[in-house]
C-alpha cells in the first residue's frame, strides 16, 4: 500500500554556489553522495537532483524538511545506475515513527536547468 508521495523540482544552476563552498556540500549531503567528477555541469546536475530526492522525501513523510537531518537521506546508485534512496539516523526514525516498516522508491531525472525526483513510501 502506498502510504506517501513526494515531488519536487529544483534549478540546476543554484547549486553552482554551493558546489564552490565545499562546506555547503557537507553540510547538506551525505559522504555516499558526493562526487570527484571534474565536469561541472555534471555536479551541478547530481547535486541538484539528489537535493531535490531530499525535498520528496520529506513531502512524502509529510513532514517537510523538518526533524530529520538532510544528511541521513542519501542518494546511493546500483552498478547499472538506478537510484536507491537510503536513510540512516534521525530519516531513518522519523520514517519508521510515523509509518513503520516500508519501502522506499525513488526516481531522478534532469534537463537544462531542472532536476526533479519523486519518492514514493511504500508499506511492506
Same mark, same amino acid.
Given at each position: %500500500?502506498?502510504?506517501? #508521495? ?9 547549486? *553552482?554556489?554551493?558546489? !564552490? ?6 553540510? &547538506? ?7 570527484? @567528477?571534474? @565536469?561541472?555541469?555534471?555536479?551541478? !546536475?547530481?547535486?541538484?537532483?539528489? &537535493? ?8 512524502? *513523510? ?5 526533524? &530529520?537531518? $538532510?544528511?541521513?537521506?542519501? #542518494?546511493?546508485?546500483?552498478? @547499472? ?10 530519516? !531513518?526514525? %522519523? *520514517?519508521?515513527? #510515523?509509518?513503520?516498516?516500508?519501502? $522506499?522508491?525513488?526516481? *531522478?531525472?534532469?534537463?537544462?536547468? @531542472?532536476?526533479?525526483? #519523486? ?6
Amino acid at each position: %500500500m502506498i502510504c506517501g #508521495i513526494g515531488i519536487d523540482m529544483t534549478t540546476v544552476e543554484r547549486f *553552482l554556489k554551493w558546489i !564552490e563552498k565545499p562546506e555547503m556540500i557537507e553540510r &547538506f549531503f551525505n559522504k555516499e553522495e558526493m562526487t570527484t @567528477n571534474p @565536469n561541472i555541469v555534471f555536479q551541478k !546536475e547530481h547535486y541538484a537532483a539528489r &537535493f531535490a530526492a531530499k525535498e520528496a522525501f520529506g513531502k512524502a *513523510l509529510g513532514t517537510g524538511i523538518t526533524g &530529520f537531518n $538532510l544528511v541521513d537521506v542519501y #542518494i546511493k546508485s546500483e552498478a @547499472n545506475g538506478k537510484p536507491v534512496l537510503k536513510v540512516t539516523g534521525s530519516a !531513518e526514525k %522519523m *520514517l519508521k515513527k #510515523i509509518y513503520g516498516d516500508c519501502t $522506499l522508491h525513488v526516481s *531522478l531525472s534532469h534537463e537544462r536547468n @531542472n532536476a526533479i525526483a #519523486i519518492v514514493i513510501i511504500e508499506k511492506k
